[in-house]
């Protein structure tokens, strides 16, 4: 979506709120009564956790840029009945007072739910509200394991200017994913040591250089099932397998079923 004209919303809500905002494409500004930094920017890219005890503030979506957004919003209530049952709690201040905000990067797992999201077709009666809520329940607990694995982790923050280089070294590992560069290579491309560019994806990503890499190939695969006709072999050599079976492997290991079988599978909703 591309707003022809700068639209802001006014926010006012009395009672606490868990929210979770997704920035797919675009930016949104924001200006929250009670958050210290004021101003609340979120870029394309980047997820964004709030708490707020009340709300009042306005959202802000300028003019002349494409806009990919999703929200999901939850009273703190409804979070705690389901989750201290079972011995889980938020790791921030409880009760809170006051307001609280974590922000990070997509991962390939969260980007890849909130492509499910925007592309599922909805139907008649109870079962698309079924799936979306089943995808919306996939989405809050991927972030909120972002969150509680930063806050045990007892590491402090790394800087902004590290994270931006970190974010770069993504960005390599996602153009050149067909012969990627070594971790000691990445690391020297982005001016930082092993050790930091580590850190920094489990920080930014959850997840290992490696791993992240795999999950990126994963993803680019099944959007290349989806949207082309490129043969299984093709698509392996094009995300960095130079063995089918490998590929194959990985890619069932992701999401459960082969490639053939997810593209089929694909083809059949598409005529249904």
């Known amino acids: 979506m591309k707003w022809t004209q700068t639209i802001r919303i006014l926010c006012r809500l009395d009672d606490p709120l868990l929210a979770l905002h997704f920035c797919m494409e675009g930016q949104v500004e924001a200006t929250m009564d009670g958050m210290k930094e004021g101003l609340s920017l979120l870029q394309a890219g980047h997820s964004h956790v709030l708490y707020a005890p009340q709300l009042r503030g306005v959202y802000r979506f300028p003019a002349g840029r494409r806009l990919s957004f999703a929200t999901l919003m939850l009273n703190p209530k409804t979070f705690y009945a389901f989750a201290e049952p079972r011995g889980f709690s938020l790791p921030v201040s409880h009760p809170w007072d006051e307001h609280q905000s974590d922000s990070a990067l997509l991962s390939p797992d969260t980007q890849m739910i909130l492509h499910q999201i925007q592309n599922h077709e909805p139907g008649e009666g109870w079962i698309p509200f079924l799936y979306l809520e089943s995808k919306c329940m996939e989405l809050l607990a991927l972030r909120l394991k972002r969150l509680w694995d930063k806050g045990e982790s007892g590491e402090a923050p790394m800087g902004a200017e590290d994270l931006r280089q970190v974010e770069q070294a993504c960005c390599i590992l996602n153009e050149e994913m067909e012969d990627p560069p070594a971790v000691a290579e990445l690391a020297r491309?982005?001016?930082?040591?092993?050790?930091?560019?580590?850190?920094?994806?489990?920080?930014?990503?959850?997840?290992?250089?490696?791993?992240?890499?795999?999950?990126?190939?994963?993803?680019?695969?099944?959007?290349?099932?989806?949207?082309?006709?490129?043969?299984?072999?093709?698509?392996?050599c094009v995300v960095g397998y130079s063995h089918t079976s490998h590929f194959i492997a990985s890619f069932k290991k992701k999401y459960g079923v082969t490639p053939k079988v997810y593209r089929s599978y694909r083809k059949e909703r598409e005529l249904s």
């Open 189 to 236: 491309r982005v001016c930082l040591n092993e050790w930091k560019l580590r850190r920094g994806f489990r920080q930014l990503y959850g997840t290992t250089v490696v791993r992240c890499l795999r999950d990126l190939r994963m993803e680019r695969a099944r959007r290349l099932l989806e949207e082309t006709e490129h043969n299984v072999t093709e698509i392996a």
